[in-house]
């Protein structure tokens, strides 16, 4: 049976992306493994859907749904939701949501409540990518393990939605098992 080049190079890119979520099952454990049997095949198929597909229509082809960057400048989008900490200047066309413990914000503990905000912005408008600016600060306030969770749920729910994700940090900020974590949920 012959397959064209395309298929071919899907084939592989699952095959490695199985091999790579399998190995990473084995060395995390239990930290970030909340994503079901079937989360995680269309994670996969939809990973590979866009880094096979190379079409000019991509809005951003060379990122994927979920990017860490190290500053706004590296995030290639016009149209985002920014989570971020008051004080910083907003880009144009930017949405922006507040972290602060100061009264009238989102406060950094509140993860379910910054999730749920996130998930409503995003509803009305899907292609909206999501651009958190204060990982860090959310960490500190809940504890990497927590925010992981976060970061995981929140990935989800963007890449089913076809959004974009990403994550504006410093990778001197963590430890090197924390930026690992990090980095392998990048794709």
């Known amino acids: 049976m012959m397959t ?3 298929i071919r190079g899907l084939h592989m890119h ?8 399998y190995l990473y099952s084995l060395t995390v454990g239990s930290y970030g ?3 079901t049997p079937v989360k995680a095949i269309l994670s996969m198929l939809a990973q590979a859907q866009f880094e096979t597909s190379g079409s000019p229509s991509s809005p951003t082809p060379h990122f994927g749904y979920f990017n860490i960057v190290g500053s706004r400048e590296a995030v290639p989008e016009r149209d985002a939701l ?7 200047r907003d880009p144009p066309g930017w949405d922006v949501i507040l972290v602060s413990t100061v ?7 509140e993860l379910p409540k910054l999730l749920h905000e996130i998930l409503e912005r995003l509803r009305e408008n899907p292609n909206k990518a999501v651009v ?4 860090e600060y959310l960490a500190v306030y809940n504890g990497f393990e927590s925010f992981l969770k976060f970061l995981h749920t929140l990935r989800d729910y963007i890449l089913m939605s076809g959004g974009r994700l990403y994550l504006i940090t410093d990778p001197a900020s963590w430890d090197e098992r924390q930026f690992a974590l990090l980095k392998r949920i990048e794709g």
């Open 4 to 6: 064209s080049p395309g």
């Open 14 to 21: 699952l095959h490695n992306h199985l091999q790579k979520r």
């Open 33 to 35: 493994g909340s994503m």
């Open 82 to 88: 920014l989570i971020t900490r008051p004080g910083e």
């Open 103 to 109: 009264p009238g914000f989102i406060g950094p503990r």
């Open 132 to 135: 958190l600016e204060c990982p």
